[in-house]
């Protein structure tokens, strides 16, 4: 599950590139979906320039915002947040250390970031961030960011 605040621009996008990349894997089957820590845009469609930089880059994705509720601990094996704000409003919820240990920032796949501490100093390294109503370019770039991110996260998962 891909999460940020509003689940309109990062998360859906995100969930975009990770569900097209692993469309016809098999074993394992990967389900993709995406939530927001609050629940300002529940039931709208993702930030249409959000929609418009992913489709641009060839990803298909339906979207439905909807916000994260604890519940989603037990239906997900893998949570993925963009940002601080994202990770501290997800492990709020988290009722046991088996829930919070499935709660990591996106970036800590992309290759060049893998090393650095989510706990530590340059934790902000770790962000993507919020495009909300920034320019086309602003949306790009946070597409970029989060390719390179899943890139890691298959690595990983293909391991």
Not at 35 to 45: E, L, R, S
Not at 56 to 65: F, M, N, P, R, V
Not at 79 to 107: C, H, P, Q, W
Request: a negative charge; one cysteine or more; hydrophobic letters at 40%.
């Amino acid at each position: 599950m891909m999460v940020c605040m509003g689940n309109i621009c990062r998360s859906p996008m995100a969930a975009a590139v990770l569900s097209h990349r692993t469309a016809a894997w098999s074993s394992p089957k990967i389900i993709v979906d995406s939530a927001g820590t609050g629940a300002w845009h529940v039931g709208q469609d993702a930030h249409p320039t959000s929609r418009k930089v992913w489709e641009k880059a060839g990803y298909k994705h339906l979207h439905e915002a909807r916000q994260f509720v604890s519940s989603d601990f037990f239906e997900r094996d893998l949570i993925l947040v963009m940002d601080s704000s994202n990770f501290k409003n997800v492990i709020t919820l988290a009722k046991d250390e088996e829930s919070r240990a499935k709660v990591f920032y996106l970036r800590s796949f992309d290759p060049e970031l893998s090393k650095i501490d989510p706990t530590s100093e340059r934790f902000f390294e770790l962000e993507v961030p919020d495009p909300y109503n920034q320019s086309v370019e602003a949306y790009e770039v946070t597409l970029l960011m989060i390719e390179r991110a899943v890139d890691g996260l298959l690595q990983e998962l293909e391991r």
